[in-house]
């Protein structure tokens, strides 16, 4: 079974995609993008399935020294799965706040996840995602519905990495995925070997427009 774990994460609309690719290009890491949607949950059930799931992905990528997973609905799954996997490294990109919700807003016309009790049942972008997104039914546009969870997203991942401040690192998007030093920085941080560091600054994947 695959060795250890990187867990990716981030708003979304925020290099998540560009992140994954630039894992799995990495020697002995497999990398993959959103594989198995999870609910936004911090309940006992979700939880015991996530760690399960996470089990069962490093059984399965028996050849890989490292497997990581990259989607935003990981960070309230962060607490348990450090607990059960005391090797994980968890990598949060975060972006500008007013880039990150115009972006969301460009790329989600079909729907507003973040306000559930706007889900249209009939659209299957909707059916996908309702649940994966905290809820913010209240607030009283989509936009600033985004702005909320973009606060609230980044408060949560504040405090995880002052409680796991080896194993849980913030990274600016920007700097990180378009320099190599942002990319070595990263690499150093998951403990790769820099000798077997690959960069790719010209990594853009699912641009924003």
Not at 8 to 31: I, K, W, Y
Not at 69 to 91: G, Q, S
Not at 155 to 165: D, E, H
């Amino acid at each position: 079974m695959a060795e250890r774990l990187i867990i990716g994460c981030g708003t979304g609309r925020c290099g998540t995609v560009s992140l994954s690719a630039l894992l799995c290009a990495q020697p002995g890491v497999v990398a993959t993008h959103e594989r198995q949607p999870f609910p936004w949950s911090s309940a006992p059930k979700p939880i015991a399935q996530a760690i399960e799931w996470w089990q069962a992905q490093r059984d399965h990528h028996a050849t890989a020294k490292i497997y990581a997973d990259v989607a935003f609905y990981w960070l309230t799954y962060v607490k348990a799965l450090c607990e059960h996997f005391p090797d994980t490294h968890v990598i949060c990109l975060q972006r500008n706040r007013d880039a990150t919700v115009q972006s969301y807003l460009r790329k989600t016309p079909w729907g507003d996840p973040w306000r559930h009790g706007y889900h249209d049942a009939t659209c299957l972008m909707e059916r996908l995602w309702a649940g994966c997104y905290p809820d913010y039914h209240c607030w009283p546009t989509k936009k600033a519905a985004i702005g909320a969870y973009w606060d609230d997203y980044y408060a949560m991942a504040t405090i995880l990495s002052s409680r796991y401040p080896f194993r849980f690192r913030l990274f600016p998007m920007e700097s990180t995925l378009n320099t190599q030093a942002g990319q070595q920085a990263l690499l150093d941080f998951c403990d790769l070997p820099r000798s077997d560091h690959l960069y790719d600054t010209s990594i853009r994947l699912n641009p924003s427009r």
